[in-house]
T-cell receptor
Framework: GQNIDQPTEMTATEGAIVQINCTYQTSGFNGLFWYQQHAGEAPTFLSYNVLDGLEEKGRFSSFLSRSKGYSYLLLKELQMKDSASYLCAQMDSNYQLIWGAGTKLIIKP | IAGITQAPTSQILAAGRRMTLRCTQDMRHNAMYWYRQDLGLGLRLIHYSNTAGTTGKGEVPDGYSVSRANTDDFPLTLASAVPSQTSVYFC?????????????FGEGSRLTVL
């Protein structure tokens, strides 16, 4: 089966930069999504990458390398409200999403 | 406010009971999905519907059934609940199946089976 790997938990300081990595199986790839999920809430869409390179959207950027099966989410100028889980998801050859378990990001003052 | 509404928000259920989780969207999206989310695991697809009148099985369909009589509603039924079905259930929709656009999620239904 397909495996999506991302760290379980990360800690960063308010105002700093953090990079959350995600690796996936390269076969049957139709794009890579990042979602944010605050505790007790629904996931919300952050980004979608299907071509190699960096997509920037305000304080958040997402990078994709299809040959390496690798993506990262970069969060700049961290704010306390960025404390959440970040979910990486691969769209497979059937256009279904395969989800990672999520990375819990803890922001400290 | 446009979006997806799920009910109930939370429920405690005795094993063996029948339970239906309701999901309604007002965005006229064609595709709808039911996921379960368990600690330490990614979201897992239970059932999906590409358009009204059609449904399909996801990764973990056993013990669950769905129907899609119209565009807006996509209820999930547990015919005879078991403790392993204790989870948070999310309904989601997208404009169309095979869509590389975003999924919109409901707020979730927390189900505890005792």
């Amino acid at each position: 089966g397909q495996n999506i790997d991302q760290p379980t938990e990360m800690t960063a300081t308010e105002g700093a930069i953090v990079q959350i990595n995600c690796t996936y199986q390269t076969s049957g790839f139709n794009g890579l999504f990042w979602y944010q999920q605050h505790a007790g809430e629904a996931p919300t869409f952050l980004s979608y990458n299907v071509l190699d390179g960096l997509e920037e959207k305000g304080r958040f950027s997402s990078f994709l390398s299809r040959s390496k099966g690798y993506s990262y989410l970069l969060l700049k100028e961290l704010q306390m409200k960025d404390s959440a889980s970040y979910l990486c998801a691969q769209m497979d050859s059937n256009y279904q999403l395969i989800w990672g378990a999520g990375t819990k990001l803890i922001i400290k003052p | 406010i446009a979006g997806i509404t799920q009910a109930p928000t939370s429920q405690i259920l005795a094993a063996g009971r029948r339970m239906t989780l309701r999901c309604t969207q007002d965005m006229r999206h064609n595709a709808m999905y039911w996921y379960r989310q368990d600690l330490g695991l990614g979201l897992r697809l239970i059932h999906y519907s590409n358009t009204a009148g059609t449904t399909g099985k996801g990764e973990v369909p056993d013990g669950y059934s769905v129907s899609r009589a119209n565009t807006d509603d996509f209820p999930l039924t547990l015919a005879s609940a078991v403790p392993s079905q204790t989870s948070v259930y999310f309904c989601a929709s997208s404009e169309k199946s095979g869509d590389t656009g975003e999924l919109f999620f409901g707020e979730g239904s927390r189900l505890t089976v005792l």
